[in-house]
């Protein structure tokens, strides 16, 4: 699949928007650029290595706080840049009525 194949319309950002991946479990962090965001994922360019690094499953903090993030997978690596997936966020569990 190219990253011309979208599931839904996505946003580009002209400079792109400062943005840092981080592991799961919070033993890495790699700054990177925003570079295009739908609803179901987004394009990012990396400038440092991303060798070694378990990208099945990452948070994308799109602040430097961490207090917005997504949950996100690799789809794709072309060069510098890396297409995700961001994953469904699970639903809180309802009391079932009896």
Do not use: N
């Amino acid at each position: 699949m190219s990253f011309g194949m979208r599931k839904s319309e996505r946003v580009r950002f002209e400079r792109g928007v400062q943005v840092y991946m981080m592991g799961i479990d919070g033993t890495w962090r790699r700054d990177c650029q925003l570079i295009d965001v739908s609803q179901t994922g987004a394009r990012l360019c990396v400038g440092s290595s991303i060798e070694g690094l378990d990208l099945k499953e990452f948070f994308l903090l799109l602040s430097s706080t961490g207090l917005a993030y997504r949950r996100c997978k690799l789809i794709r690596v072309m060069g510098d840049e890396i297409g995700i997936e961001f994953l469904a966020r699970e639903k809180p569990k309802r009391p079932s009525r009896k």
